[in-house]
């Protein structure tokens, strides 16, 4: 099965800050890989698809990256609203472990 | 517009059954290309992907919960339905029902539209 590994697991910053979280796979997953944004006591919010495709609605400053083995999710400038709880998702075609996530990286302000 | 609406217990004893309806608002579930998966979530913790069924009676399963789940629609209702046996405090989550969407090439990878979430305690 493959694993996702996240980091950091948490991260603090401040509004404006560029950001960057890392999403690791144990094997290459070509970029079958989705990023999840979720805030407290809501369910989780699809903003990118296939690597770095991003969602209809999703605003720009969010942006996906990396293919293989190793990815990014990138805020360029950090909103308020954008502190929140984020995952990878894995899609596996082959497996029966079809679908796995992150851990999650927990973003604070700082 | 499509929307899901997750029902059930909110409080299970050990070794019990637990059954969660999925409501699913939209195209028929018959519809080809509709995929709903469950999704679970324990307190604190991340998600954890559990079960998927197809437009057409396909279904999918976590392998290390598969001897415990048993994923079923009932098409006149439009409803996507979850039973967990043998249910543990470690089953304890919010149990999310999600659309699954594809990004091309005929895979459904992704879980572009979620219910709210229902709470489930094993106690």
């Known amino acids: 099965d493959i694993q996702m590994t996240q980091s950091p697991s948490t991260l603090s910053a401040s509004v404006g800050d560029r950001v960057t979280i890392t999403c690791r796979a144990s094997?290459?997953?070509?970029?079958?890989l989705a990023w999840y944004q979720q805030k407290p006591g809501t369910a989780p919010r699809l903003l990118i698809s296939k690597a770095s495709t991003l969602q209809s609605g999703v605003p720009s400053r969010f942006s996906g990256g990396g293919s293989g083995t190793e990815f990014t999710l990138t805020i360029s400038s950090l909103l308020p609203d954008d502190f929140a709880t984020y995952y990878c998702?894995?899609?596996?075609?082959?497996?029966?472990?079809?679908?796995?996530f992150g851990q999650g990286t927990r973003l604070e302000i700082k | 517009q499509v929307t899901l609406r997750e029902s059930g217990p909110a409080l299970v004893k050990p070794t019990q059954t637990l059954t969660l309806t999925c409501s699913f608002s939209?195209?028929?579930?018959?519809?080809?290309?509709?995929?709903v998966s469950w999704i679970r979530q324990p307190p604190g913790q991340a998600l954890e992907w559990l079960a998927r069924?197809?437009?057409?009676?396909?279904?999918y399963y976590s392998p290390s919960l598969k001897p415990r789940l048993t994923i079923s629609k009932d098409t006149s209702k439009n409803q996507v339905l979850l039973t967990v046996t043998n249910m543990d405090t470690a089953d304890t989550a919010t149990y999310f029902c999600a659309r699954i969407k594809s990004s091309g090439g005929g895979a459904w990878d992704v879980f572009d539209i979620w219910g709210q979430g229902t709470v489930v305690t094993v106690s």
């Open positions: 094997q290459s997953i070509d970029t079958w």
């Open positions: 998702q894995h899609y596996d075609p082959y497996s029966s472990y079809k679908y796995s």
């Open positions: 069924i197809d437009w057409d009676d396909d279904k």
């Open positions: 939209g195209p028929s579930l018959n519809t080809r290309g509709v995929c």
